[in-house]
């Protein structure tokens, strides 16, 4: 469904991803791990069209987008959670998730899914006029993921949507990410968290200093033991 | 900053009673003080030198006193009134202490700002008579009482039950109260009493927003905006009927029209899409000399002279060319080059014009003496040079633009209003918050924000082409900086991202200085003033867009939300 082949991506003279190559098949939930800096965030930004790569070539449904506009990857159905969470904190719970599906213009079918969204999140419909601004880092995460839904996407990109959260809200978040698989989401995740991430992962990649340094299944990765050393905090 | 507080809450609840009975005696003493003389000659102000009768400015001070008794009685009737929890009582809705508090205020300031105006405008302290000072110790009394009442609680008006008979007649009946009050601000040629005047409404609207009724009103606006627009137009049709024929008044209405028309036409771009604009007054150049060189004036250097509706349309699409020209390259990076390179653009406009004279370049424009003797429009036969007769009542030259302009500025609120509530609002307003998170949603950013430039600089182009019929004459020196500069003033100070403020905004920064000739040198640095003022006290302007206002105080917004958060929201309001 998405392949990313030798990526290259810089900024200025620093290059952050230095020949990275992914594929993510259709229903899958796909890991990237790695430490601070190792370009994670970098490849999802240049996958959603935000960032120019260098050199390389992004392949979806087999349709070339390394050269396609941010705007136009979000319609061809690849939906970006940004690190951070990155929701609109002026803006109502409802604005903020109407802004998910600002690309479509098929108004039916965004109730349907804004429906969908509300009954997968109930917090987010008790309080749908509420400023965004107010609500906890939870919270806040359910929104990005509820207005990352709402275009309608059919690969899911998540940015370290358990970061800053409580145990009980990252359980929260993770079951929520089988549900969507469950529905025919595929999902390509980035986490810290990385035994939680490797646990519902299909496949994972380990990526250090812009290079991917492993691969596998998820129960792989678990039982490696580089993986346990640098990421599970395991001897 | 921080004012020291001398009456605690503790001497508050002490002395209450007698602070209010103080403040009744001094607000009925300032009540009564309009009766007596409050000036020597008769030049101060609008001769205030009668015993028992009074002056329309002494009128004013006469309705904050019973403005004042009114607020006070109430506050005395609301703490005989016991709560009972689960219902609240009317009279606990209004925070009647608060407007008491306001009110006395308001008195010093008013009375005080007469004596100086009366001293600046005669010469001295001595032309005042004993009737000023008696009503400046009258409100020098009713402020000390009134800092003994407890402010208490915030007003609930706005959470009683709609009552839409009620709404709607206010609605109306302020309407056509400003209506009449516009007239009489026009007709006051004396600086001063305009002055005085224009306090007496600040002092009334604080008044009414520290006691709730202005959140109430405004409530009211919103459930019946149809009403209030409608009445808003009604009032604005009616008002060169005021004029008796009068041209004087009506070139100020017209110019203060198109002003406020080219300040919405802004606040599309900067309220809507917040991009720094400061060369929007080239647009508006270039639909007016776009305008000019069609006309049929015998200076028109073109000699092709379409029909003016289409006059128009080139007009605005000039001007949209050109926002495209400037646009297309500067807003793909950040919102502070656009910012340089419009302010830079503005000044290029008036040059290129001001070069356009045959000698330094083609002779399309005449240079700087521009295009003069622009004929009167005339359209579908009828002359907007001549002046008609309706009803009895003549209408002139400038009249018949007021009505023009007064269709076009509703056109362009049309489209301001649809933009603000349509999908592309909302991608506005995507982008002005995050940029990049709003890329990530699938927001066109660079796409919105040209549509948001080209489409400002279309209706100032319109506007323009309009403008230079009303002025007769097309020079580059109308199209400077400082007008761009006003107009953002005007969007600043009335309120970014509303059409209401930003129309208040545009009428005062255009009235007040036609009204205040005498200090036209001071004029920047009142505006300067002004500006530092607002910002530092309410810089969300003068009339808020709900948005905008959590931009600016989301820190109260979110302790708000936090107290509100434990309590599902029916009990919220029994508890206020």
Known sequence: MLEVKDLVVAYGKVKAVKGTSLTVEKRQVVSLLGTNGAGKTTTLRTISGLLRPESGEIWFEGERIDKTPAHQVVIKGLAHSPEGRRIFPKLTVEDNLLLGAFARKDTAGIATDLDRVFALFDILKERRTQPAGTFSGGEQQMLAIGRAMLSRPRLLMLDEPSMGLSPLMMQKIMSTIRALQAEGVTILLVEQNAAAALRLSDRAYVLEVGSITLEGTGQQLLGDDRVKRAYLGED | ?576
Do not use: C
């Open chain 2, 1 to 576: 900053m921080k004012i020291p507080t001398l009456v605690t809450p503790e001497l508050q609840k002490q002395y209450g009673r007698l602070g209010r009975l103080v403040a009744l005696a001094g607000a009925l003493l300032f009540a009564l003080s309009p009766y007596l003389p409050w000036a020597y000659p008769r030049t101060a102000l609008d001769n205030m030198t009668y015993l028992g009768a009074p002056s329309t400015v002494q009128f004013l001070g006469l309705s904050l006193g019973v403005l004042e008794l009114f607020a006070l009685v109430g506050s005395h009737m609301a703490a005989g009134v016991a709560r009972v929890r689960g219902t609240t009582h009317l009279l606990h809705r209004v925070a009647w202490n608060r407007a008491a508090r306001a009110g006395a205020l308001g008195m010093i300031a008013f009375i005080g700002l007469i004596i100086v105006v009366v001293a600046l405008e005669t010469g001295g302290l001595a032309n005042l008579e004993y009737g000023a000072w008696i009503a400046l110790v009258a409100a020098g009394i009713a402020t000390a009482g009134s800092r003994f009442l407890a402010p208490g609680r915030e007003s609930t008006l706005d959470r009683a039950p709609a009552n839409p008979v009620l709404e709607i007649l206010t609605i109306a009946g302020l309407l056509g109260g400003s209506l009449f009050l516009l007239a009489f601000a026009l007709d006051q040629d004396d600086g001063g009493t305009f002055v005085v005047l224009l306090a007496h409404i600040a002092i009334m609207v604080t008044i009414a927003l520290r006691s709730g009724v202005g959140a109430w009103l405004s409530l009211a606006g919103q459930r019946h905006r149809n009403v209030l627009v409608f009445s808003a137009f009604a009032v604005a049709f009616l008002f060169p009927f005021t004029q008796n024929g009068s041209d004087a008044n009506m070139s100020i209405a017209t110019q203060v029209l198109i002003f406020a028309t080219t300040a919405v036409g802004l606040n599309i771009v900067v309220g809507l899409a917040g991009l720094l604009d400061l060369g929007y007054i080239a647009f508006l150049g270039a639909g007016a000399f776009t305008a000019a060189t069609l006309s049929e004036s015998t200076f028109a250097t073109i000699g092709w002279k379409p029909p003016f509706i289409v006059v128009m349309i080139i007009a605005g699409l000039i001007s949209a060319t050109l926002g495209l020209l400037i646009g297309t390259p500067t807003l793909r990076v950040s919102g502070d080059y656009l910012a340089i390179v419009t302010l830079a653009f503005g000044e290029i406009f008036r040059i290129t014009m001001n070069n356009l004279d045959g000698s330094d370049g083609p002779d399309l424009v005449h240079g700087s003496s521009g295009i003069p003797a622009i004929p009167n429009l005339n359209l579908f036969g009828f002359d907007f040079g001549e002046p008609h007769v309706i009803a009895g009542i003549t209408l002139g030259r400038f009249a018949n633009y007021f009505f023009l302009m007064l269709l076009i500025i509703a056109v362009i609120i049309v489209v301001f209003t649809r933009l603000n509530h349509s999908r592309i609002g909302r991608g506005w307003v995507a982008i002005r918050e995050d940029e990049r998170a709003a890329e990530a949603m699938g927001v066109n950013v660079f796409g919105l924000k040209l549509l948001a430039f080209a489409g400002g600089a279309f209706l100032a182009g319109f506007a323009g082409a309009v403008k230079a019929h009303v002025d007769v004459s097309v020079t580059p020196e109308q199209y400077i900086f400082l007008e761009s500069a006003f107009l953002l003033a005007a969007i600043v100070l009335g309120g970014m991202g509303t059409v209401l403020g930003v129309i208040i905004g545009a009428t005062l920064l255009k009235l007040v200085p036609e009204k205040l000739r005498f200090m036209s040198e001071y004029r920047m640095l009142i505006f300067g003033l002004l500006m530092v003022v607002m910002m530092r006290f309410r810089p969300e302007g003068m009339v808020a867009n709900t948005r905008r206002q959590l931009e600016f105080h989301s820190d109260d917004q979110e302790l708000a939300a936090e107290v509100d958060e434990d309590l599902p929201y029916e009990f919220v309001e029994e508890r206020a």
